[in-house]
C-alpha cells in the first residue's frame, strides 16, 4: 500500500446539505491516521486557480449540521481547456498530494475519472440531490431534499382544499424523477410527473376530474423540471445558455401544464416552485450518517490505494465501485415497479 501523507478534497456541482459532514469526517478519520488535509476551493476551479486551504480540525469543528459546503463550489470543467488540465496536474504535484477525494454527481466524478490517465489518483464521494448516481442506492443530500419536497406538498394540501384548488409543485430533477416521486409518494400527492416517462395533458385532467367525482375538489401535482409532455416531446428550459458541462438550465414546465389545465378545467391552478429551496438548510440525520461514512471510507481507499472508485451505498453497506461504471450507468433512472405503483395513490 502507498504511503498516504496528503490527501486533497473538493465539492464541486451543486451544493447539497451534508457535504460539509462529509469533510468534517475526511478531516476527522485523515487526522487520526496522521495525514494532511488540503482543501481546494470552488470545485475543479481551485485547482486550477491553486485556490486552497490547510484543514485542521478546528477547521471542521461544528460544521456537521450546516449545509452547503465550506469550501464553496462551481460547476467549472477542468477539460474546458489544455491550459486548466496542466494547471490541475501542476498544482496537484506542487502541494505533493497523494490522493484527491472530489465530492459531487457525476460531472465532478466524470472529471476526477479522466484525470486518472494525467497521474491524478481520485476517489470520488457522490453527492447530488437528484440521487442518479448510478451504483449507489443514496447520493449525499437527496434525503434532505427530498424532506423539503415532502414537507412542501404537505402544506401545499391545507390551501389545495380550502380554495378547491389544483396545486403544481415544480421540484428538481433534470433526466431522473427521484426527488419528484418519493416526496410525492411521501406528501400525498395525486399526480406525478417524472423524466421517466412522457405525460400527457389528458391524464392528468382525467385524474383531476375522477378526484372531483367522488368529491374531492383539490388535487396536488408534484412534476420534475425534467418531466417532458407528450405534444412537446422536449423539456422546458429557462434559457439557452449552458454551463461549462454543457447543460441547459430548466425550469417553468409546471407553469406550462398550469397554462394547459386551466384552458380545460373548472378548478383554479396554482403554481409553486421550490428551485434552490431544495438544496438549502440543514442536513437530515441520515445524510449526515450517511456523509460521515463516505467520508471516513473514502480516506481508507486512499490508503489502500484503491483509486478511481466511488464510495456507495448497496444493501447498508458502504463499498467501492468503479468510477467508470458509475459515470457509463449514470444517470440512475427510478425503478419501474415505484413508477407502476405512483399510479394506485390519487
Known amino acids: 500500500m502507498p504511503k498516504i501523507k496528503r490527501i486533497g478534497v473538493l465539492s464541486g456541482g451543486g451544493d447539497s446539505p451534508g457535504i460539509n459532514a462529509a469533510i468534517r469526517a475526511i478531516v476527522k478519520k485523515a487526522n487520526w491516521e496522521g495525514i494532511e488535509v488540503i482543501g481546494f476551493k470552488n470545485g475543479w476551479s481551485g485547482l486550477i486557480e491553486n485556490d486552497y486551504i490547510k484543514l485542521t480540525l ?21 477539460y474546458k481547456s489544455d491550459k486548466d488540465i496542466e494547471k490541475v496536474k501542476k498544482n496537484y504535484k506542487k502541494h505533493k498530494i497523494d490522493a484527491l477525494i472530489a465530492i459531487g454527481g457525476d460531472d465532478t466524478l466524470g ?16 453527492q447530488t440531490i437528484d440521487n442518479d448516481l448510478a451504483e449507489t442506492e443514496y447520493s449525499i443530500g437527496f434525503d434532505s431534499a427530498l424532506n423539503i ?19 403544481i409543485l415544480e421540484v428538481m430533477g433534470r433526466d431522473a424523477g427521484w426527488i419528484g416521486l418519493f416526496g410525492g409518494l411521501s406528501g400525498g ?11 400527457e395533458i389528458s391524464e392528468v385532467e382525467e385524474r383531476i376530474k375522477k378526484r372531483a367525482e367522488v368529491g374531492k375538489y383539490f388535487s396536488i401535482v408534484v412534476i420534475s423540471e425534467g418531466a417532458k409532455p407528450v405534444e412537446l416531446d422536449q423539456q422546458i428550459t429557462k434559457d439557452a445558455e449552458t454551463d461549462e458541462f454543457g447543460h441547459v438550465r430548466l425550469g417553468g414546465i ?14 383554479p391552478v396554482r403554481v409553486t416552485t421550490l428551485a434552490y429551496l431544495q438544496r438549502g438548510g440543514q442536513p437530515t440525520a441520515f445524510d449526515r450518517i450517511l456523509a460521515t461514512r463516505f467520508g471516513v471510507s473514502a480516506v481508507e481507499l486512499c490508503k489502500e490505494g484503491n483509486f478511481d472508485r466511488m464510495v456507495a451505498l448497496k444493501a447498508n453497506k458502504v463499498v467501492p465501485v468503479e468510477l467508470e461504471k458509475v459515470i457509463k450507468n449514470s444517470p440512475k433512472p427510478i425503478d419501474k415497479k415505484l413508477l407502476e405503483m405512483r399510479k394506485m395513490f390519487y
Open 149 to 167: 419536497v415532502m414537507h412542501a406538498v404537505d402544506q401545499l394540501h391545507t390551501t389545495a382544499y380550502s380554495h378547491h384548488r389544483v396545486m
Open 58 to 78: 478546528r477547521d471542521v469543528s461544528g460544521i456537521i449540521q450546516v449545509g452547503g459546503t465550506k469550501l464553496g463550489t462551481s460547476r467549472t470543467n477542468p
Open 111 to 126: 472529471a476526477a475519472h479522466k484525470l486518472k490517465k494525467h497521474g491524478i489518483k481520485a476517489v470520488g464521494i457522490p
Open 254 to 267: 409546471g407553469h406550462y401544464l398550469a397554462n394547459q389545465l386551466q384552458e380545460i378545467l373548472h378548478l
Open 189 to 199: 400527492a395525486d399526480v406525478i410527473l417524472v423524466p421517466e416517462e412522457n405525460f
